[in-house]
């Protein structure tokens, strides 16, 4: 095996000693340094060109990678990402004297669970170590995507010991492993903070999945950031947001910035459509003429989709038609991009 073969098997970067339990030869590191095959980054440390600052620096430190830098590692989302590299050393170790490590680019946490020569912690470590740097919320949110993609198990919170009670007995009441992104989990948790009723991924029979059902009639539709980007989706979403209201339920579409940016407008906007009066099935209007035994008769079915911030508005097919109908279309600017 080569010596870039084997840095390969460690992560791409390693430290000399780990290279020479491999059976690497310390005149090989030379002369592989000096016709620039690999690099050393570091005194004692040996990289393949290329390799991610974060994997150098975990050898640099003799540390794991853990916190918000494992999760994103596993493709877990961040909800408040960081610009540190977030690495988990031995309890007790102390830190090199300033200016022989490049402390400035690290976060340093302290862990009996750190894992000497490993490259990462194990997941339910990382997430427990994130509450130091994130919100209880953004750490619910990366707990979510670790069960819904199968990488730990609620009872996985039991083990943590970083993070403090009262915020480990939040995260066990309010988790969900049906949870399908970020969107899902900042509004589930806005919506219950409002005092709302939410069941995630409910499926309508001839409509399929939607991702929130709020108090069992407003169906909560969240458009990530892609949305714009894909007309195909922008058309699609269109008519399952029309057979939705044909099957009398009110729909909520809200956009990745509103979910983001300004998420206590969820609920108040949802709670508005719940308070708003409902819509029947259909409304008679009568057309009276000259001669009363003449009159005649006109349905107008209706029904609402709204986007936030836009206020609620209502369409009618026209000539009798229901909503989407080819007499009356529902008109797409009522609903933002």
Same mark, same amino acid.
């Given at each position: 095996?080569?010596?870039?073969?084997?840095?390969?098997?460690?992560?791409?970067?390693?430290?000399?000693?780990?290279?020479?339990?491999?059976?690497?030869?310390?005149?090989?590191?030379?002369?592989?340094?000096?016709?620039?095959? /690999?690099?050393?980054?570091?005194?004692?440390?040996?990289?393949?060109?290329?390799? =991610?600052?974060?994997?150098?620096?975990?050898?640099?430190?003799?540390?794991?990678?853990?916190?918000?830098?494992?999760?994103?590692?596993?493709?877990? =989302?961040?909800?408040? =990402?960081?610009?540190? /590299?977030?690495?988990?050393?031995?309890?007790?170790?102390?830190?090199?004297?300033?200016?022989?490590?490049?402390?400035?680019?690290? %976060?340093?946490?302290?862990?009996?669970?750190?894992?000497?020569?490993?490259?990462?912690?194990?997941?339910?470590?990382?997430?427990?170590?994130?509450?130091?740097?994130?919100?209880?919320?953004?750490?619910?949110?990366?707990?979510?995507?670790?069960?819904?993609?199968?990488?730990?198990?609620?009872?996985?919170?039991?083990?943590?010991?970083?993070?403090?009670?009262?915020?480990?007995?939040?995260?066990?009441?309010? %988790?969900?492993?049906?949870?399908?992104?970020?969107?899902?989990?900042?509004?589930?948790?806005?919506?219950?903070?409002?005092?709302?009723?939410?069941?995630?991924?409910?499926? /309508?029979?001839?409509?399929?999945?939607?991702?929130?059902?709020?108090?069992?009639?407003?169906?909560?539709?969240?458009?990530?950031?892609?949305?714009?980007?894909?007309?195909?989706?922008?058309?699609?979403?269109?008519?399952?947001?029309?057979?939705?209201?044909?099957?009398?339920?009110?729909?909520?579409?809200?956009?990745?910035?509103?979910?983001?940016?300004?998420?206590?407008?969820?609920?108040?906007?949802?709670?508005?459509?719940?308070?708003?009066?409902?819509?029947? =099935?259909?409304?008679?209007?009568?057309?009276?003429?000259?001669?009363?035994?003449?009159?005649?008769?006109?349905? /107008?079915?209706?029904?609402?989709?709204?986007?936030?911030?836009?206020?609620?508005?209502?369409?009618?097919?026209?000539?009798?038609?229901?909503?989407?109908?080819?007499?009356?279309?529902?008109?797409?600017?009522?609903?933002?991009?």
């Amino acid at each position: 095996m080569t010596i870039t073969q084997t840095l390969a098997k460690l992560g791409g970067a390693a430290r000399r000693e780990q290279l020479l339990a491999h059976g690497v030869r310390r005149w090989e590191l030379t002369a592989a340094v000096r016709g620039g095959q /690999i690099e050393r980054p570091h005194r004692g440390v040996y990289a393949i060109p290329g390799t =991610p600052r974060r994997v150098v620096l975990a050898r640099i430190f003799r540390a794991s990678l853990t916190g918000v830098t494992a999760c994103d590692d596993l493709g877990l =989302p961040l909800l408040e =990402p960081s610009g540190l /590299i977030h690495l988990s050393v031995d309890s007790g170790r102390g830190m090199a004297r300033p200016g022989v490590r490049p402390v400035g680019e690290v %976060c340093i946490h302290h862990s009996q669970h750190a894992h000497r020569g490993m490259l990462w912690v194990e997941l339910w470590v990382a997430i427990d170590q994130a509450s130091t740097c994130v919100s209880r919320l953004a750490q619910l949110v990366l707990l979510d995507a670790a069960l819904q993609k199968g990488l730990m198990t609620i009872g996985d919170l039991d083990r943590f010991t970083v993070t403090p009670l009262l915020r480990r007995r939040w995260l066990a009441a309010n %988790c969900d492993r049906r949870a399908e992104s970020l969107l899902e989990t900042v509004a589930r948790c806005e919506f219950r903070s409002a005092g709302l009723r939410v069941e995630p991924q409910v499926r /309508i029979p001839g409509v399929g999945r939607i991702d929130l059902m709020v108090e069992g009639s407003i169906a909560v539709e969240l458009d990530g950031r892609e949305y714009h980007d894909n007309p195909r989706a922008f058309a699609r979403d269109r008519r399952r947001d029309r057979l939705l209201q044909a099957l009398g339920y009110r729909v909520a579409r809200f956009t990745y910035g509103e979910v983001i940016a300004t998420p206590e407008v969820l609920g108040a906007s949802v709670q508005g459509l719940l308070k708003a009066p409902p819509f029947p =099935p259909a409304v008679r209007t009568v057309h009276g003429t000259d001669d009363a035994h003449e009159s005649r008769h006109r349905e /107008i079915r209706v029904s609402t989709v709204i986007s936030v911030p836009s206020t609620v508005r209502t369409a009618g097919g026209k000539g009798g038609g229901t909503v989407g109908g080819e007499g009356g279309g529902f008109d797409g600017g009522l609903l933002s991009a």
